[in-house]
């Protein structure tokens, strides 16, 4: 198997443009991200009709309100998923495998 270079990387395809829209969200306490300038491609991976998704991983740095990130995702396996308290929303879970400033 080969690994793709970041330089392979296609922004096009492979990232997503998000925005931190929550810091720390009160059901998991972790980063959400909003997805809908790429709301096609996201519900495409997902295959669910959200675009708004509590995210793990996120660098702390870039962890910051109303940031405009591009993010490379992934959906978790079932048996990697988690529950969280019942306060707030509760949103569906991604991993990030890499993020950028935008």
Same mark, same amino acid.
Do not use: W
């Given at each position: 198997m080969?690994?793709?270079?970041e !330089? &392979? ?17 009160? !059901? ?10 790429? !709301?096609?491609?996201?519900?495409k ?11 793990? !991983? ?6 910051v &309100?109303?940031?405009? =990130? ?5 959906t ?5 998923e988690?529950?969280?308290?019942? =306060? ?8 990030? =495998? ?5």
């Amino acid at each position: 198997m080969s690994c793709r270079k970041e !330089s &392979q990387l296609n922004f096009d395809s492979d990232y997503f443009k998000a925005k931190v829209v929550l810091a720390s969200d009160v !059901s998991c306490n972790l980063p959400v991200l909003d997805f809908s300038e790429d !709301s096609t491609a996201i519900r495409k991976l997902t295959d669910r009709k959200n675009v708004v998704y509590s995210v793990l !991983s996120l660098p702390q740095n870039l962890t910051v &309100q109303n940031k405009d =990130l591009y993010v490379l995702v992934k959906t978790l396996k079932p048996e990697e998923e988690f529950p969280c308290n019942t =306060l707030g929303i509760a949103y569906p879970h991604l991993k990030i =495998l890499d993020a950028k400033n935008r």
